[in-house]
């Protein structure tokens, strides 16, 4: 038995609150991350909250990145979600991580779509 | 102490293999599924694989929708990550279940943005 996706369920506390309500800042460091792991990206999908906040996805042909921001409780809410065995997610949240001047740090790992059948017969999505 | 977020992750197994390979279908149902819950969408993108699955990622003013699917398994790994306390997300889940043909579920529930601090100075982001 083998699992379809692997997601890292990330809370960054204490971050820099000016960087994480920057919006094109969050955009390029988040796009950053996901070339840092390795993953193809598809689409980037970032928004500006009114008074303050960002949330943004990036879907890449192994699945997704999102983050969501609370630059008043210095917050952030970040998934990385990937399939298959190329993509190195940790240095990716390593880069995140730094970028955001973060604190303290969370991380929930959980296998998502465990199968039963031969592992040779899974794979994820090669082809754009 | 209150969380900012909830967050479901949810494994739907057995599905209807043709409709989760319709791209369109998919973000309709998914845009559907979100207005049913009563969150504000803002912006919705869908991809199809080639020779199939579909990713797709609907940003909400509340955080966030998306599904990942893998039509020859007949599986989607959903998201469905909502902040605030107007959101029904169940109501969401079980619109998705019944469209996408499910026969099996799976749900982990998240509370996202632990914050130690009184309740009433938590909030979400109401103003897109």
């Given at each position: 038995m083998k699992s379809l996706g692997n997601h890292l369920l990330v809370e960054l506390y204490s971050c820099d609150s000016d960087i994480i309500n920057d919006k094109d800042r969050v955009e390029k460091i988040l796009n950053q991350a996901a070339e840092i792991s390795g993953a193809t990206i598809i689409k980037s999908v970032f928004h500006k909250f009114s008074p303050h906040g960002i949330s943004g996805v990036i879907v890449i042909a192994e699945s997704h990145f999102s983050i969501h921001t609370w630059p008043e409780f210095g917050y952030c809410a970040l998934d990385i979600f990937t399939c298959g065995d190329k993509i190195d997610n940790y240095k990716a949240l390593n880069f995140l991580k730094k970028e955001f001047g973060t604190k303290n740090i969370s991380v929930v790992e959980s296998k998502r779509g465990?199968?039963?059948?031969?592992?040779?017969?899974i794979r994820h999505k090669p082809d754009v």
């Open positions: 465990i199968l039963d059948m031969p592992v040779e017969k």
